[in-house]
Each structure stands twice: as structure tokens, then as C-alpha cells.
């Protein structure tokens, strides 16, 4: 019993191994495996024993005979094994293709109502200079290879102008937040969200097979980006990783529709300050917001 355990744990052990460093490997593991339980059945002592009786009741030339049948039975279940595992493993192959490399779930998102004006600001750390989130959506990736992946680049778009989508400014993610409303200018909060920032959290990071990873995305709008007519935008995420697959966000996957704001944020109040007495600057080449 603790033998079948160990070789089933050590089979497992083996084939993820191979499935992860040296995948172009895998059918030959798996033919191998199962080669394996293959012999485990053959070797029992039921049929050995009925092996044994049969090939001395034989003699001369049918002993040749039965030895080239169990030859010719071996190599056949081997082209069978090989077949079908070539076969599954390339079905399973198509369906991660379809799917793609990666799943991308939004969940909480914001849009500032006004595209040059923010509620959310990064606040550059002693300094006296501010510049405006446009945009705070929270992300979970998930890794659908079958091997270990590195994420190289994230882009958050949105769409404008005749079905036309921009891809939005990152904005850093290691300076202090605020919340303040301009209608409220000495009603400022330090604020910290919940489960971190996605560019953080991929940066130098290979995600397993089926491993999430899951956090905040800050963006501002660039300079070039058209509003639609209706004034109504949607975001989408493209993440694109070292092998250069890639995924945008799929619309017909249902998406959270909370609001950033009804999140359980952290805060805290930052006494002494009006946000007028900030200046007001772009992050990168977000000009539109310094000639207003």
C-alpha cells in the first residue's frame, strides 16, 4: 500500500516537473507512466502465474509464438499510448489557445467624472506638487499556461472617438494618495487600498500554472485620447507577458460593477492641508491638464 503511494506521489512529482521546466517532454513521461502501470499489472501474481502455466504447457515453436505475441502486444499498447496521449495533450493544448494565456477579471473601477480634474491624487512626497488618478481599477490575472509565465507589460486602454482605444498613462505607485474634493479643499485623506498595486506585484515575478495575482491599476488619461459623443468610456486590461502571449480583457466575461469608492479603503485624515496650495502638474505627457 505505501509502495502504490510513493510511486504514485513521485509519478505526480515527476510529471509536474517535466510539465513546468521541460514540457516538450511531457507525452514521453506520460507514455511512460503509464508503460509503468502497464508492467504493474502484468507482473501481479495472477497473471504471472497464468503466464507461467501457459508457457510451459507450450513447446517449441508456440514458446516463439507467444514470446513475439507479448512483443508485438507491448509495442502495440505503446502506439496506442503514444497516440492517445499526443492527441489529449494537443486538445488540451487548443482549449488553452481559445481561452488564451491568461484570465482577466475587473473588479472595482472608477472613472473621475471630469477626465482633467481628479477626486484621487498622487501626491509627490515633499514636494508641493499633485497630479490627478483618472482612473483606479482593480485587476485579478490568473495564469492559464501550463507553464510558468512572466508578465513584461500591462496596459490599461479606453475607449474614445469612433470605437477607438488609447492606451492610458501608468501612474507610480510608491507615493502617498489622497482623496480630496476641490469643492472641499481642506477635507483631504490619506487613503491606502486594499491588496496592493498590480505593477508591484508582477514586477520580477513568475506566476505558476493557475497561480492569481491580483491588485490595483493607476492610470491617467494622455493628451491624445478623443471622449466619445455619448461620454461614455469603458477600460479593458492587455497583459502581455516574456513569451509575447497575449490577452485583452473580454467584455462578455461578467465584470463587478462596484464602485471604487464603496471599497473598504484605509484612511486617514491629513490635518494642516488645502489641496490649493498644491500645484497641479501632469504625470508623463498628460499636457491638456497644465494649460487648463
Same mark, same amino acid.
Given at each position: 500500500?505505501?509502495?502504490?503511494?510513493?510511486?504514485?506521489?513521485?509519478?505526480?512529482?515527476?510529471?509536474?516537473?517535466?510539465?513546468?521546466?521541460?514540457?516538450?517532454?511531457?507525452?514521453?513521461?506520460?507514455?511512460?507512466?503509464? +508503460?509503468?502501470?502497464?508492467?504493474?499489472?502484468?507482473?501481479?501474481?495472477?497473471?504471472?502465474?497464468?503466464?507461467?502455466?501457459?508457457?510451459?504447457?507450450?513447446?517449441?515453436?508456440?514458446?516463439?509464438?507467444?514470446?513475439?505475441?507479448? +512483443?508485438?502486444?507491448?509495442?502495440?499498447?505503446?502506439?496506442?499510448?503514444?497516440?492517445?496521449?499526443?492527441?489529449?495533450?494537443?486538445?488540451?493544448?487548443?482549449?488553452?489557445?481559445?481561452?488564451?494565456?491568461?484570465?482577466?477579471?475587473?473588479?472595482?473601477?472608477?472613472?473621475?467624472?471630469?477626465?482633467?480634474?481628479?477626486?484621487?491624487?498622487?501626491?509627490?512626497?515633499?514636494?508641493?506638487?499633485?497630479?490627478?488618478?483618472?482612473?483606479?481599477?482593480?485587476?485579478?490575472?490568473?495564469?492559464?499556461?501550463?507553464?510558468?509565465?512572466?508578465?513584461?507589460?500591462?496596459?490599461?486602454?479606453?475607449?474614445?472617438?469612433?470605437?477607438?482605444?488609447?492606451?492610458?498613462?501608468?501612474?507610480?505607485?510608491?507615493?502617498?494618495?489622497?482623496?480630496?474634493?476641490?469643492?472641499?479643499?481642506?477635507?483631504?485623506?490619506?487613503?491606502? +487600498?486594499?491588496?496592493?498595486? +498590480?505593477?508591484?506585484?508582477?514586477?520580477?515575478?513568475?506566476?505558476?500554472?493557475?497561480?492569481?495575482?491580483?491588485?490595483?491599476?493607476?492610470?491617467?488619461?494622455?493628451?491624445?485620447?478623443?471622449?466619445?459623443?455619448?461620454?461614455?468610456?469603458?477600460?479593458?486590461?492587455?497583459?502581455?507577458?516574456?513569451?509575447?502571449?497575449?490577452?485583452?480583457?473580454?467584455?462578455?466575461?461578467?465584470?463587478?460593477?462596484?464602485?471604487?469608492?464603496?471599497?473598504?479603503?484605509?484612511?486617514?485624515?491629513?490635518?494642516?492641508?488645502?489641496?490649493?496650495?498644491?500645484?497641479?502638474?501632469?504625470?508623463?505627457?498628460?499636457?491638456?491638464?497644465?494649460?487648463?
Amino acid at each position: 500500500m505505501h509502495r502504490r503511494l510513493w510511486e504514485a506521489i513521485i509519478a505526480v512529482a515527476i510529471e509536474e516537473s517535466v510539465r513546468a521546466f521541460m514540457p516538450f517532454l511531457l507525452p514521453y513521461v506520460w507514455v511512460a507512466i503509464l +508503460l509503468g502501470l502497464t508492467a504493474e499489472v502484468a507482473t501481479s501474481k495472477a497473471a504471472t502465474q497464468t503466464r507461467r502455466t501457459i508457457y510451459e504447457n507450450a513447446t517449441g515453436t508456440w514458446r516463439y509464438i507467444l514470446v513475439s505475441v507479448c +512483443l508485438g502486444l507491448l509495442c502495440g499498447l505503446t502506439w496506442v499510448y503514444w497516440k492517445g496521449v499526443t492527441k489529449a495533450l494537443a486538445v488540451i493544448e487548443s482549449s488553452r489557445k481559445e481561452r488564451g494565456p491568461f484570465s482577466i477579471t475587473q473588479g472595482a473601477a472608477w472613472i473621475a467624472p471630469n477626465f482633467f480634474n481628479g477626486f484621487y491624487w498622487v501626491h509627490f512626497t515633499g514636494s508641493n506638487t499633485i497630479t490627478p488618478i483618472n482612473i483606479m481599477a482593480f485587476y485579478t490575472i490568473t495564469n492559464l499556461k501550463t507553464t510558468t509565465s512572466r508578465i513584461s507589460n500591462l496596459s490599461l486602454e479606453m475607449s474614445g472617438a469612433g470605437g477607438e482605444w488609447y492606451g492610458l498613462d501608468n501612474l507610480t505607485t510608491h507615493q502617498e494618495i489622497w482623496a480630496a474634493d476641490m469643492q472641499h479643499p481642506t477635507s483631504v485623506a490619506a487613503i491606502t +487600498l486594499p491588496e496592493g498595486f +498590480l505593477m508591484d506585484k508582477i514586477a520580477n515575478r513568475n506566476l505558476a500554472p493557475g497561480e492569481p495575482v491580483m491588485g490595483w491599476m493607476l492610470c491617467q488619461i494622455p493628451a491624445s485620447y478623443i471622449p466619445s459623443g455619448n461620454n461614455y468610456a469603458r477600460i479593458r486590461l492587455r497583459v502581455e507577458d516574456t513569451a509575447t502571449d497575449q490577452k485583452v480583457q473580454d467584455f462578455d466575461i461578467p465584470q463587478t460593477s462596484a464602485n471604487v469608492l464603496s471599497t473598504e479603503m484605509q484612511g486617514r485624515a491629513a490635518p494642516g492641508v488645502d489641496i490649493r496650495d498644491y500645484k497641479i502638474v501632469p504625470e508623463g505627457a498628460f499636457k491638456p491638464l497644465v494649460e487648463k
